[in-house]
């Protein structure tokens, strides 16, 4: 059995840390190009194995997964979000999966789709022919908007206090800072301050809204708020108030965050291939018209799906997820030790030419050839996958065709000129410079 697998060779001290380079993306794509399916490299005191084959993915995510536990970057991050979904282990995630699962059910979900496309509308208002908007910021503050109310039964007039708060920590939570342990947070670093302003700010606004929801008097409210606080266990054990408020700061980030980043990446890579825009655009104007989508649209709107479907694949919002070994074992003849961490990215492996004709092309239509309909398991895996996959995946793809469809109707968007769209990596995949697109009404 082989020690180690193949990989860039080490600096001194420090190994190689590649979210500190100037361009992560790349270089981990070179890396897998050139070293294969598995390859390693130290990160400062990290082993790091990573993982480059959609049958390994499975392994680690399902066959193994008892073995692996979430990694030092979202067990760092529990100084901030608590411990929700996100953060928890064993047992008590379980539980709380089994507390929160309800609240994601098919049925429950077709009641936000009214919401989803009333607060589109507002802020499609607000637009006007020829202006120039950050396409990312807008559909950030308008997803937010959606969770709260959808989510927690409210209309808090502080979203954008929240998505302040939610801004600057997801800022200054990219880059080789997404390694650095908790106690971190008290060091002198540029921005830890503003950081720990935004997570107190974060964390008193929730709990108004909590406090809001409890004092509300419907006893058959079915957000997840309610459900939360109303939830009983198999023992008859509650949800503290402290689980409450970890399970919905967990939420509003997860809620929010990754649907804006698909819709964003979509609206631009629309921007740039006009041929997609309009098989889209007559999709939308066939199968509507003029009326609003509504939840019995959805499944109906074939090519809408595959558009956002072919953004995610190109530009995922969770562009990677990690596990660390709680136990040493072997994969491909090399011995992975307890501690280590372990790797898969999805913007590696949803842009590997083995699984995808011209990879790096936006072509919506692919989902509809043989290929793609035999696309093994973890080819393409944008809300993760095993038992942790992404508990709101179902409410993600509703709220994005429900979005898409509605913005179509109304306006094509054009990518300003010269304006540099960049991606950078941290806990989710933003444009580093926002997406500034003028504004053509159809």
């Known amino acids: 059995m082989q020690q180690r697998p193949p990989g860039p060779k080490p600096h001194f001290l420090i190994g190689n840390m590649p979210l500190a380079s100037r361009d992560p993306l790349a270089v981990i794509t070179r890396w897998a190009r050139e070293y294969g399916d598995i390859f390693y490299y130290r990160a400062g005191w990290i082993h790091v194995y990573f993982?480059?084959?959609?049958?390994?993915?499975?392994?680690?995510?399902?066959?193994?997964?008892?073995?692996?536990?979430?990694?030092?970057?979202?067990?760092?991050?529990?100084?901030?979000?608590g411990d929700g979904l996100l953060t928890s282990e064993g047992e008590e995630w379980k539980r709380q999966r089994r507390l929160t699962q309800p609240a994601f059910h098919r049925e429950r979900l077709g009641s936000y789709a009214g919401i989803m496309v009333d607060y589109t509308d507002e802020m499609l208002s607000g637009w006007r022919d020829g202006a120039i908007i950050d396409v990312h910021q807008e559909l950030m503050n308008l997803a937010l908007r959606i969770v709260v109310r959808t989510l927690f039964g409210v209309e808090a007039e502080e979203t954008n206090k929240i998505s302040r708060a939610l801004n600057t920590m997801m800022r200054h939570s990219a880059g080789v800072r997404l390694l650095l342990p908790a106690f971190a947070r008290r060091l002198p670093l540029p921005g830890m301050a503003d950081v720990r302003r935004a997570v107190k700010d974060l964390r008193d606004t929730v709990s108004r809204i909590i406090n809001v929801r409890r004092a509300r008097?419907?006893?058959?409210?079915?957000?997840?708020?309610?459900?939360?606080?109303?939830?009983?266990?198999?023992?008859?054990?509650?949800?503290?108030?402290?689980?409450?408020?970890?399970?919905?700061?967990?939420f509003l980030l997860a809620g929010h965050e990754t649907t804006a980043l698909a819709l964003s990446w979509t609206l631009y890579l629309l921007s740039q291939n006009p041929e997609a825009e309009n098989?889209?655009?007559?999709?939308?104007a066939t199968l509507l018209g003029h009326r609003a989508p509504n939840s019995a649209d959805v499944g109906l709107l074939i090519y809408t799906d595959f558009v956002i479907k072919e953004s995610m694949r190109l530009y995922p919002p969770a562009w990677s997820l990690a596990r660390?070994?709680?136990?040493?074992?072997?994969?491909?003849?090399?011995?992975?030790?307890?501690?280590?961490?372990?790797?898969?990215?999805?913007?590696?492996?949803?842009?590997?030419?083995?699984?995808?004709?011209?990879?790096?092309?936006?072509?919506?239509?692919?989902?509809?050839?043989?290929?793609?309909?035999?696309?093994?398991?973890?080819?393409?895996?944008?809300?993760?996958?095993g038992p942790r996959q992404c508990i709101g995946a179902g409410f993600a793809m509703m709220e994005s065709v429900l979005l898409l469809a509605t913005i179509a109707q109304r306006f094509k968007l054009r990518l300003v000129e010269h304006h540099p769209v960049v991606p950078v990596p941290g806990f989710t995949l933003r444009p580093k410079y926002g997406i500034r697109m003028t504004v053509n009404q159809r």
């Not at 480059?52 to 901030?80: C, G, M, T, Y």
């Not at 098989?279 to 939308?284: D, R, T």
């Open 217 to 250: 008097s419907e006893q058959d409210s079915e957000d997840l708020l309610s459900l939360l606080v109303a939830a009983r266990d198999e023992d008859g054990s509650a949800l503290s108030v402290t689980e409450v408020r970890d399970q919905v700061l967990t």
């Open 324 to 385: 660390q070994a709680a136990k040493s074992f072997e994969v491909e003849g090399y011995s992975i030790p307890a501690d280590a961490n372990v790797v898969m990215s999805q913007w590696i492996l949803q842009r590997d030419p083995r699984f995808f004709r011209d990879p790096v092309t936006f072509n919506p239509d692919r989902w509809v050839e043989e290929a793609c309909q035999k696309l093994p398991r973890f080819a393409y895996f944008p809300f993760g996958g």
């Open 279 to 284: 098989k889209l655009h007559q999709e939308v």
């Open 51 to 81: 993982i480059n084959r959609p049958d390994l993915v499975e392994f680690v995510l399902l066959r193994n997964h008892a073995n692996l536990f979430k990694d030092r970057v979202i067990q760092n991050s529990r100084w901030f979000f």
